[in-house]
Nanobody, 120 residues
Framework: QVQLVESGGGLVQPGGSLRLSCATSGFTFGGYAIRWLRQAPGKEREEVSCISQNPSSTYYADSVEGRFTISRDNARNTAYLQMNSLKPEDTATYYC?????????????WGQGTQVTVSS
């Protein structure tokens, strides 16, 4: 059974940091790219970042470039999203997804999401 479980979300003040984790099982983690997406209430879902299979290439949305860092640990079947200098507009539910390539539009597997709220 394929599972992707996000964790690490929460409430943080503007300028703060959070580290999201995406723990996976049930598929060959190293054979998939991992994408982080987010969706805020009333807004469309948007891609935040993506990391390819080995050797890892990374991609970022302009809105998070320089503030967020995506990484993966293939030995632990886990991906991460380090989020620094958080802004109120980063408030959203964050999802991780597995897909064949960061250049693909469609994701194969999804997690349930973790809430990130940036507020003073």
């Amino acid at each position: 059974q394929v599972q992707l479980v996000e964790s690490g979300g929460g409430l943080v003040q503007p300028g703060g940091s959070l580290r999201l984790s995406c723990a996976t099982s049930g598929f060959t983690f190293g054979g998939y790219a991992i994408r982080w997406l987010r969706q805020a209430p009333g807004k469309e879902r948007e891609e935040v970042s993506c990391i390819s299979q080995n050797p890892s290439s990374t991609y970022y949305a302009d809105s998070v470039e320089g503030r967020f860092t995506i990484s993966r640990d293939n030995a632990r079947n886990t991906a991460y999203l380090q989020m620094n200098s958080l802004k109120p507009e980063d408030t959203a539910t964050y999802y991780c997804a597995a897909l064949k390539s960061c250049h693909n539009s469609n994701e194969d597997y999804w997690g349930q999401g973790t809430q990130v709220t940036v507020s003073s």
